[in-house]
């Protein structure tokens, strides 16, 4: 019973260590959509019910730049769908994973399943052989505290932060992502997702700005898939199983 | 008003986050649907990085985001090659795009 108690804890602890770069890039995105949302006339606590409730970023920074700039419900509704639009095809990835456990579980999981939660727990899965709702669980509420507590202070003291942007912290973004990916890199159908999914995102943000994430990931899914099919049309028994180590 | 909106965004993300884990999807993924997905974290993660780094101006014109950026990013791909560990990959390309950007630029 210990034996399994410290091997759940030590999993809890390697979730909170997976995922606490990619929390703390995103502490600039929590304070700025904190501080954007009392200048767009929110109250502290609908700031706060924001991050709690919708707990995503993106969407949550161009809904209060869109309704600042005054558009209608019914088009930050639309924006909001289509940038969270990704989380669908993390949802249907997930699926085989989460079917057999509770409702409850299942409710928490998908609440708290964000880009980062999706990138550690996808990399533990492969890294050990099997999902684990525990890590996914932890990762995801490690991520929802600190964004939160990063909303926090964007709300009490916004005014403070001027050049959070300057920083440099999405970089941390851009290492874990890398990290997580380029080890599979010698497998063909896995460099022609990252070179496609990247070059087209490039190419792609400054006219989709919204739907660009989910277009190239797309294309780079396709393209991977297409060549997998060519290398090796015989193996689609479902066993064929790659994502990051 | 305000909360309206919070309401309908908390529903919107809820759904798009929970929908193939609902019983009343019956829907099971095929092989080859399940293959198509496995490629899905590769792209996605690729897909919300490389725009960070790089920036089209929408005609011709490629930037990019800075010198730090692009020597810490290239140090992370080359360690993640040749099968470092994650966290190590990390801490290593952090260190220098900090290093680059406070004691060089």
Redesign the interface.
């Known amino acids: 019973m210990s034996q399994i108690r410290s091997e759940e804890g030590a999993l809890a602890r390697r979730a909170v260590l997976d995922i606490l770069p990619l929390s703390i890039a995103v502490i600039p995105w929590g304070i700025l959509t904190g501080a954007l949302a009392i200048q767009a006339g929110f109250s502290a606590l609908q700031a706060q019910f924001m991050s709690l409730c919708v707990f995503a970023g993106a969407a949550q920074l161009s809904s209060i730049t869109l309704l600042a700039g005054g558009a209608s419900f019914s088009s930050i509704y639309g924006s909001t769908f289509v940038i969270s639009a990704r989380h669908l095809l993390y949802s249907i990835t997930f699926r085989q994973h989460v079917a057999d456990l509770s409702l409850r579980h299942r409710l928490l999981i998908g609440f708290l399943l964000t880009d980062e939660m999706f990138a550690v727990s996808e990399a533990h899965t492969n890294r050990s052989g099997a999902f684990s709702a525990l890590f996914a669980i932890v990762s995801g509420l490690t991520f929802y505290v600190i964004w939160n507590g990063a909303t926090l202070i964007g709300i009490i003291a916004g005014d403070l932060f001027d050049n959070l942007d300057s920083l440099g912290l999405d970089f941390a973004i851009v290492a874990t992502f890398i990290a997580m990916t380029f080890g599979e890199l010698r497998k063909y159908p896995v460099l022609i997702a990252v070179a496609l999914s990247g070059v087209v995102a490039v190419i792609l943000k400054p006219v989709f700005t919204e739907s660009y994430i989910v277009i190239a990931a797309l294309v780079g899914m396709f393209g991977a898939y297409s060549f997998a099919e060519y290398l090796d049309p015989e193996n689609s028994d479902g066993e064929y199983k790659e994502g990051p180590q | 008003m ?9 529903l ?3 759904f ?7 019983d009343l999807v019956s829907y ?2 095929s ?2 649907l ?25 005609r011709s014109e ?1 930037a990019i985001a ?1 010198i ?2 692009l020597l ?2 290239a140090l ?2 080359a ?3 040749a ?1 470092v560990s ?2 190590v ?2 801490l290593l ?2 260190s220098l ?2 290093s680059i ?1 406070f004691y060089l630029v």
């Open positions: 305000i909360w309206l909106l919070l309401l309908g965004m908390a919107i993300t809820f798009n986050r929970y929908l193939f884990f609902s099971s993924p092989p080859k399940r293959r198509f997905l496995s490629y899905s974290s590769y792209s996605v993660l690729t897909a919300i990085w490389a725009p960070i780094i790089f920036h089209f101006d929408g490629i800075g730090d950026y810490a990013a992370a791909a360690l993640s090659f099968k994650s966290i990959v990390v390309s952090v795009f900090f950007r």
